[in-house]
């Protein structure tokens, strides 16, 4: 399956994104799937997971209260709505579909990485 994160562009602080990851080659609807994030010189970051079934969901906790994460099977596609961006909130972001229905934070627990798409938050 081939994943494709889109939606980043540049905002300022306080403005509101929302990502979108879309998948071809077949469904995910079966996987689990994540949103990750690295800013320049740092490791790849958990930002949020959801389950194959929208059940489980979890955030990292510097964005608790502040994203979002959803699916729609039926379009084979996970949004990811960010609100009240913070400049540290930049970096480059990746959706990913794990191994398995349910999965937690850790990268090696997906499969499938897209391209990530730039989110800037100027202060």
């Known amino acids: 399956v081939q994943l494709q994160a889109f939606g980043g562009g540049l905002v300022q602080a306080g403005d509101y994104l929302r990502l979108s990851c879309a998948a071809s080659?077949?469904?995910?609807?079966?996987?689990?799937v994540g949103w990750f994030r690295q800013a320049p010189g740092k490791e790849r970051e958990f930002v949020a997971t959801?389950?194959?079934?929208?059940?489980?969901?979890a955030y990292a906790d510097s964005v608790t209260g502040r994203f979002t994460i959803s699916r729609d099977n039926a379009k084979n596609r996970v949004l990811l709505q960010m609100n009240s961006l913070k400049p540290e909130d930049t970096a480059v972001y990746y959706c990913?579909?794990?191994?398995?229905?349910?999965?937690?934070?850790?990268?090696?627990?997906?499969?499938?990485w897209g391209q990530g798409t730039q989110v800037t938050v100027s202060s």
């Open positions: 990913a579909a794990a191994y398995r229905p349910y999965s937690g934070s850790h990268p090696r627990e997906y499969r499938y």
């Open positions: 080659g077949r469904t995910f609807s079966n996987n689990a």
């Open positions: 959801i389950s194959w079934n929208s059940g489980i969901i």
